[in-house]
């Protein structure tokens, strides 16, 4: 009985931890750019900055790249990397959106 009282408290215990796991995997926040702003930076498209590091959705744009404000769209700004744009959130200069 204690052999099966113990298994079930580990066996709870590695529930809960898994559990822990998959809940911080949604705590990241997905923001949803509006279409003009995307429209925009595709038509308007500027120099290419070079990053040497992986960009990905998150990703924090150096102080160092002047990041473009979006006319009629406050909040967002662009770059582009390698011909592909890239919008930001200018506030915290995070990449919000990537061309697929």
């Known amino acids: ?8 408290a580990a066996l709870l215990g590695a529930g809960m931890i898994a559990g822990a796991g998959s809940a911080s995997a949604q705590d990241a926040i997905i923001t ?11 038509a308007h498209p500027v120099e290419p900055v070079v990053i040497e590091e992986q ?12 990041v473009r404000p979006v006319p009629d ?15 930001v959130q200018l506030e915290s200069r995070r990449v919000v959106y990537l061309q697929d």
């Open 55 to 66: 960009i990905s959705p998150g990703y924090v744009i150096p102080e160092t790249v002047e």
């Open 73 to 87: 769209s406050p909040g967002y700004g662009y770059i582009y990397v390698n011909g592909e744009p890239v919008i």
């Open 1 to 8: 009985m204690k052999i099966s009282v113990a298994l079930s």
């Open 32 to 42: 949803e750019v509006p279409p003009p702003v995307r429209e925009y930076v595709i």
